[in-house]
């Protein structure tokens, strides 16, 4: 399946690919940054390879237990 970004992308529509991107920045950064490249972002590219990403989720720790929390 291809990603969302290649129909446009490769009929030379960078715009179209940019914005469709746009919206999954934080997992489609390194993407993003290459069609930005393209249409001469250069310092837009760079500022979404900076962004920082947010942490995974951390596991509960809390066990599980049929007491009631009093």
């Known amino acids: 399946m291809p990603h969302v970004a290649e129909p446009p992308a490769g009929a030379g529509r ?18 993003l940054a290459g069609h930005l ?9 760079v500022a979404v390879l900076h962004q920082v990403k947010p942490p995974p989720p951390q596991s509960s720790v809390i066990a599980w237990s049929e007491e009631p929390l009093s």
């Open 14 to 31: 960078s715009e179209e690919a940019v914005a469709s991107l746009r919206p999954h920045a934080a997992v489609n950064s390194h993407e």
């Open 37 to 45: 490249i393209d249409l001469g972002r250069v310092e837009e590219a």
